[in-house]
């Protein structure tokens, strides 16, 4: 009954609480807004951070990157950034369900004026989950939460580097998750803006297939030089994760 009562006190009409499947975290979220996705999880567990860290999350959503990241590393600060302020509320209620106010803060603002809420070049790590379709391609509703998720309705892709540069100290890691259609348009962004991509890996739905993901690493003012991780392979079969999905993301 205790447990109810206070599922009841964080939640609002619509809302449910989702588990997380790793420390007991739950996360708060409305099915008719936008829930995350396995881009999210997988992002999570390719992102890096060092104790003493300060990460920054642009476009947080309901806050589940700085969530799972609190789980897997050893940040002193993770900061959600979220221009939606319905999405950075349900962000700020899964923090303080799961008793993460001493290490995870959300802040809801635009990306594009990142600078005036935070101070430059004040973080080590910048992970980001951006809107992966270009504005107008398929949109139907472009101010609905789905919509603002998907597409770059808000913000764009040179908007998202332009803040990781000004936000990211020399030195500092620049996480992503996106599209591989786009991958070449991605690059030359991020060395525009003197993120220097180091590392990248595809993730295939099955072994056979396309990739569906692209999982990328930069670094602020970084030396030219890029490795390819092994790909990550979902599925081995209909309805049945890969070994890696198992024993590391917990499928």
Do not use: W
Request: charged content about 30%; hydrophobic content about 40%.
């Amino acid at each position: 009954m205790e447990n109810s009562k206070t599922n009841e006190f964080f939640l609002k009409p619509g809302e449910r609480l989702d588990d997380l499947q790793r420390n007991e975290l739950m996360i708060i979220q409305d099915p008719e807004r936008f829930c995350f996705g396995m881009d999210a999880v997988l992002l999570s567990g390719f992102a890096t951070a060092t104790k003493g860290d300060r990460v920054l999350d642009l476009g947080t959503g309901t806050g589940i990157i700085p969530l799972l990241m609190s789980a897997k590393t050893d940040a002193e600060e993770l900061i959600g950034l979220e221009i939606q302020e319905d999405s950075a509320d349900m962000a700020r209620r899964s923090v303080c369900y799961n008793k993460l106010q001493d290490r995870v803060r959300i802040v809801c603002g635009d990306i594009k004026e990142a600078e005036k809420i935070f101070e430059p070049a004040s973080f080590d790590v910048v992970t980001t989950n951006p809107p992966y379709m270009i504005k107008g391609h398929g949109l139907t509703n472009p101010d609905s939460p789905k919509a603002i998720a998907r597409h770059e309705v808000l913000c764009d892709l040179k908007d998202v580097m332009r803040a990781a540069k000004i936000m990211l100290h020399p030195g500092g890691k620049f996480f992503m998750v996106h599209r591989p259609f786009r991958l070449a348009e991605i690059l030359a962004c991020m060395q525009e803006n003197r993120i220097e991509p180091k590392r990248i890996r595809m993730v295939h739905p099955y072994i056979d297939k396309e990739p569906s993901m692209v999982l990328i690493e930069g670094a602020r003012d970084g030396k030219p030089r890029l490795s390819v991780d092994p790909p990550l392979i979902i599925y081995d079969e209909p309805g049945k994760y890969g070994r890696e999905m198992v024993e590391n993301y917990g499928f």
